[in-house]
């Protein structure tokens, strides 16, 4: 896994405003609503593109950046991060 980044795209002539969301490799678009606010909106976007990857979208937690991107990064379980060390150190 690795981290997302979201972006909002303003509407053009030919199509209306969205939200698209990259990382690894790929990218999905959402549609903007403007019934949610801009954090709901990245966050579907999120959700859009860890659908495709079978991600656990719930692991990401992100917030904007100063050029109006997003960043999301994967947060993990103590449990989990321990498991990892143990598991490298037993091979080293």
Known sequence: MLAIVTKYHGPTNTRGSRV???GNGHRVEVAHESALDS???????VRALCDKLGWDEDRFYGG???D??????PVF????EQRQKETTNATS
């Open 20 to 22: 698209s969301a990259s």
């Open 39 to 45: 954090e709901a909106n990245h966050r579907r976007a």
């Open 64 to 66: 904007s950046m100063d």
């Open 68 to 73: 109006g991107r997003w960043a999301w990064v």
């Open 77 to 80: 379980p103590y449990e989990w």
